[in-house]
Every structure is written in structure tokens, then in C-alpha cells.
């Protein structure tokens, strides 16, 4: 498995959690997070260099985090203020390879 996300759950609207993507293979691509909604096409969330530069979707910016720690080749997501809307399964993706993690699913309660 190149890609393995974990993290998602359900919480309510105001809430926060915190997506975890482990990672094998090379640290030197990018790091990115997407999600799916039902009956939407997958959207760019957020993307992490490997220097560090981040990259935000407008409708997270100020409350989702993307970091990654290279030494243990995990990504991250930490996901705050919720909204409903946030409720889709995420992804990570290495850039510019086809390496995509299974998704897990995060639900916000309103």
C-alpha cells in the first residue's frame, strides 16, 4: 500500500479532527488532500510541498492545516471550525504520481 489515510470519523459542526495519511515510497513529491462529496466531483482541499510551501482551497482556508512530517513520511490534516459542508470522503495523493489512499470519511452533524 503506498497510501493509507485514517483519522475521519463524525463529529458536529464546530468540531475539529485531525486526518493522518502514512506514506512508502519517496518524500520527494508533494502531498496533497482531496475530498468527494456524494453526487460531486473530487476537489482539491489542500497541498503540502516537500520543503514545506502550503496551498489552500478558498472554502478551508483559515481553518484546515495541511503539515507532513518527511522523517516518518506522513501527511496531515488537521480539520477546524467544521461545517456540514465539509461531509465528503477524503483522499491524499502523492503529486504527480497516481498513488491515492483508500479515503476516509468525515461527517459533520449540524
Known amino acids: 500500500v503506498q497510501l493509507q489515510a485514517s483519522g475521519g470519523g463524525l463529529v458536529q459542526a464546530g468540531g475539529s479532527l485531525r486526518l493522518s495519511c502514512a506514506a512508502s515510497?519517496?518524500?520527494?513529491?508533494?502531498m496533497a488532500w482531496f475530498r468527494q462529496a456524494p453526487g460531486k466531483e473530487r476537489e482539491f482541499v489542500a497541498a503540502?510541498?516537500?520543503?514545506?510551501?502550503?496551498y489552500y482551497a478558498d472554502s478551508v482556508k483559515g481553518r484546515f492545516t495541511i503539515s507532513r512530517d518527511n522523517t516518518v513520511n506522513t501527511a496531515y490534516l488537521e480539520m477546524n471550525s467544521l461545517k456540514p459542508e465539509d461531509t465528503a470522503v477524503y483522499y491524499c495523493?502523492?503529486?504527480?504520481?497516481?498513488?491515492w489512499g483508500q479515503g476516509t470519511q468525515v461527517t459533520v452533524s449540524s
Open positions: 495523493h502523492r503529486e504527480s504520481t497516481s498513488d
Open positions: 515510497g519517496s518524500t520527494f513529491y508533494a
Open positions: 503540502a510541498s516537500r520543503g514545506g510551501n502550503t
